[in-house]
């Protein structure tokens, strides 16, 4: 199987910044697009930023200009840095990576368990 473990969620304050990470592990072939999502309270989740492999990103327009993802290909890791961070941030945020698997001729998508950013005013 595949695991994505996220970290670097925490409570900062409005204005700050933080830097999450995702590391992708176990049977793993090649890791193709990643992303983050996020869902707040009472809401549907949502595409925060994805990046192909090739490193081409792309971001909601609620991101635009404040978040930035990057990735590291040979240690299988997706990070969202997160700067001026606003009280409409707070969410559990989720890695997505679309993996192929060893033994697979074809990709699979798998989530992560989320992590915790909060955002006070």
């Known amino acids: 199987q595949v695991q994505l473990v996220e970290s670097g969620g925490d409570l900062v304050q409005v204005g700050g910044s933080l830097r999450l990470s995702c590391t992708a592990s176990g049977n793993i072939y090649r890791v193709n697009d990643m992303g983050w999502y996020r869902q707040a309270p009472g809401k549907q989740r949502e595409l925060v930023a994805t990046?192909?492999?090739?490193?081409?990103?792309n971001y909601a327009d609620s991101v635009k200009g404040r978040f930035t993802i990057s990735r590291d290909n040979n240690k299988n890791t997706v990070y969202l840095q997160m700067n001026s961070l606003k009280p409409e941030d707070t969410a559990v945020y989720y890695c997505?990576?679309?993996?192929?698997?060893?033994?697979?001729?074809?990709?699979?998508?798998?989530w992560g368990q989320g992590t915790q950013v909060t955002v006070s005013s």
């Open positions: 990046i192909t492999r090739d490193g081409s990103p």
């Open positions: 997505n990576a679309d993996v192929r698997r060893r033994g697979y001729y074809y990709e699979k998508n798998f």
